[in-house]
C-alpha cells in the first residue's frame, strides 16, 4: 500500500521557520514526481512546490519562491519542506502527493496541479501568529 504520512507542523510567530516532512511508504520517491500543496480555510488546493528528482527538476508558486526549500532524502524515502521567513497568509493544512514518473505529462514542467496526483497524505496544520 502506498502511503505519504506528513509532519512538522505547527504554531509559529511571524518570521519563524518550520521543516516539514513527508515519509513515504510502499513506493520509491526516486520515480515519483513529489510535491507540496497547502489549503487556507475557503480556499481552493494549490500547489507550492514539487521536485522530481531523477530529473533535477523543482518548481516553486511566486509566493514562496526564495522562502521555502524542498527537498528530498533518498535514503530515508523522505520529502521536506523547509518554510522560512513564514507570514500570517503562509497559515493553511499543508499536504504532500506523489505521481508516477511515468504518469506525468511534461516532467520539464514537474507536476503543479492538483489533478495530476494519484496520492495524498492527511495533512500537517501550519499556523503562523503575527
Known amino acids: 500500500e502506498k502511503q505519504l504520512v506528513e509532519s512538522g507542523g505547527g504554531l509559529v510567530q511571524v518570521g519563524g521557520s518550520l521543516r516539514l516532512s513527508c515519509a513515504a511508504s510502499?513506493?520509491?520517491?526516486?520515480?515519483?514526481?513529489i510535491g507540496w500543496f497547502r489549503q487556507a480555510p475557503g480556499k481552493e488546493r494549490e500547489g507550492v512546490s514539487c521536485i522530481s528528482s531523477s530529473d533535477g527538476v523543482t518548481f516553486y508558486a511566486d509566493s514562496v519562491k526564495g522562502q521555502f526549500t524542498i527537498s528530498t532524502n533518498n535514503a530515508k524515502n523522505t520529502l521536506y519542506l523547509q518554510m522560512n521567513s513564514l507570514k500570517p497568509e503562509d497559515t493553511a493544512l499543508y499536504y504532500c502527493?506523489?505521481?508516477?514518473?511515468?504518469?506525468?505529462?511534461?516532467?520539464?514542467?514537474?507536476?503543479?496541479?492538483?489533478?495530476?496526483?494519484?496520492?495524498w497524505g492527511q495533512g500537517t496544520q501550519v499556523t503562523v501568529s503575527s
Open positions: 510502499g513506493f520509491t520517491l526516486d520515480d515519483y514526481v
Open positions: 502527493g506523489a505521481v508516477p514518473l511515468r504518469d506525468v505529462a511534461n516532467r520539464r514542467m514537474c507536476a503543479r496541479w492538483v489533478y495530476e496526483y494519484d496520492y
